[in-house]
C-alpha cells in the first residue's frame, strides 16, 4: 500500500496505491469542502492542474445534500465526477470551528447545524457511517480538534478521549468494510494524533494510536493559532514515533514554507484551503513571492502572473486582466486565480518529488523556503 522509494534525511518519496490509484508523494491534497474548489473548479478541472487528490468534508456533506443520497447516486466519486482517490474528514475539525454551536460527550458531539440550528449528533460511529456512505478512499477518524493554546490538563483528558474515539472508529469502520453492499469495502482508515502542543501528550498518544495498527496516521490540530516554530517542534517530536511503513499527514497545512519544513521533518500529505481562499481575493502564489493583483501597479502590466509559471491561467491572461476582473467583480478573476494557485501548489510538490529523487531536496528547500511565503 506505501511503499518508500528513496529518503533524504527525514524526508521520505513513496508511493501510495488506493483501490482510486497510486499517490505520489510527498503530495497536496486538493480541498473541495462540499464536492467542488471554491472558486468555481470541477473534478475535471483538478485534472487539468495536476491534482492527485481530492478533499471532501464529512459534516458539510452529511448536512448538505445528505450521505444518504450520495450513496444512493454512488458515492463520491460518481456524485463529483472525480475518478482518483478522495480523502474525507471526519467531522472532528467542525469541533474546533463550531466550537459555540456544539457540546462534547465522551460519547460524541452534540451540534446545532450552522445552516439551519436543527440539532445533529456526531460519534465514532455515525462519523465511520457517513464517510462510508460517501464511499471515500481514506476516512478520517473521529477527534477532537482543541484550540491552542490549551491547559494542559484539558489536552489531557482530550487526548485520552480522542484515543478511545479512534479504537471506536477502526472497530466500526472494519464492520462497515466488510457489509455486502458497502459503496467501498476497501476504504482507509487514518488515525489522529492530538495533544496541543505538550510533546510529551503528543508522544504518548502518537505511540497509543500507532499501536492500532491503523492503514495511515495524521498530525491535526496544528496551525489553529500557534507560532510556526511550534508547530515545526511538534513535528520534529512527533514523527519518529509515527509508522515507517504508513503514509504521514500533515492536516491543514499549509503555505509553501510550511510544506517545505514538513516534508523535511518526513511528512507526506497536506492539504489546506489557503491556495483557493487566497486566490478568491487575488492573493496569487509564484516563485517570486506572494503577489497582490489588486495593487494599482498591475493596472497596465500585460506579463502572466508569474513568468515561470505553466497555469492555463499564465499561459493566456496577463495581470492587467486580471486585476480588471476583480475590479468589475466578475466571477471569471476568482476561478482564474483559484487555478493558478492551485497549479502552483501542486507544481511545488511535483518539484519537491523532483528534488528528493535527484538528492537536491536541501537546495531546493533553502532556495525557496523564505521566499514563497513573502509579499512582493
Known amino acids: 500500500m506505501f511503499t518508500v522509494l528513496k529518503t533524504d534525511g527525514n524526508a521520505r518519496l513513496a508511493e ?24 468555481g473548479l470541477s473534478a475535471y478541472d483538478l485534472k487539468d492542474i495536476g491534482c492527485q487528490v481530492q478533499l471532501c468534508n464529512t459534516y458539510h456533506l452529511h448536512l448538505r445534500p445528505g450521505d444518504k443520497l450520495i450513496r444512493e447516486l454512488g458515492g463520491l466519486h460518481a456524485f463529483t465526477g472525480w475518478d482518483g482517490p478522495i480523502l474525507t474528514d471526519s467531522g472532528g475539525f467542525q469541533i474546533f470551528s463550531l466550537a459555540a454551536l456544539r457540546r462534547i460527550r465522551e460519547e460524541g458531539v452534540y451540534f446545532s447545524s450552522h445552516i439551519d440550528g436543527r440539532k445533529i449528533f456526531m460519534g465514532p460511529e455515525e462519523s465511520m457511517q457517513i464517510q462510508s456512505n460517501l464511499g471515500s478512499t481514506i476516512a478520517m477518524g473521529f477527534d477532537e480538534c482543541v484550540e491552542n493554546p490549551a491547559e ?8 485520552e478521549r480522542t484515543a478511545r474515539w479512534m479504537e471506536r472508529s477502526k472497530k466500526e469502520m472494519d464492520r462497515l468494510n466488510a457489509l455486502p453492499d458497502t ?16 510533546e510529551d501528550l503528543r508522544i504518548e498518544h502518537m505511540k497509543r494510536i500507532a499501536d492500532m495498527d491503523m492503514d495511515g496516521y495524521a498530525i491535526g490540530g ?24 504508513k503514509p504521514r499527514y500533515l492536516m491543514g497545512v499549509g ?22 481562499r ?3 481575493h487575488g492573493h496569487l502564489f509564484t516563485k517570486e513571492g506572494i503577489r497582490n493583483i489588486n495593487n494599482e501597479k498591475y493596472k497596465n502590466d500585460l506579463s502572466p502572473i508569474d513568468p515561470q509559471c505553466g497555469c492555463p491561467t499564465c499561459r493566456r491572461h496577463s495581470r492587467a486582466y486580471i486585476r480588471h476582473l476583480f475590479k468589475a467583480g466578475e466571477m471569471l478573476a476568482m476561478r482564474l486565480c483559484v487555478i493558478h494557485n492551485l497549479w502552483f501548489y501542486n507544481t511545488l510538490l511535483a518539484e519537491i518529488r523532483d528534488a ?11 532556495k525557496y523556503v523564505d521566499i514563497l511565503d513573502t509579499r512582493i
Open 152 to 159: 494542559y490538563d484539558y489536552a489531557k483528558r482530550s487526548c
Open 222 to 245: 496544528l496551525a489553529v493559532g500557534e507560532p510556526k516554530e511550534e508547530m515545526y517542534r511538534i513535528i520534529s517530536a512527533v514523527t519518529p514515533f509515527m509508522p515507517i511503513d
Open 356 to 366: 528528493l529523487q535527484n538528492g537536491t531536496f536541501a537546495q531546493y528547500k533553502a
Open 278 to 280: 487566497n486566490a478568491r
Open 255 to 276: 503555505t509553501p514554507g510550511n510544506i517545505l519544513e514538513a516534508v523535511e521533518r518526513g511528512v507526506d500529505l497536506f492539504d489546506c484551503v489557503m491556495p483557493s
Open 16 to 39: 501510495f496505491t488506493t483501490v482510486h490509484g497510486v499517490v505520489q508523494t510527498p503530495a497536496f491534497m486538493n480541498v473541495a469542502t462540499q464536492g467542488a474548489i471554491k472558486g
Open 183 to 198: 459503496v467501498n469495502p476497501n476504504q482507509l482508515l487514518f488515525g489522529i494524533n492530538q495533544g496541543c502542543t505538550y
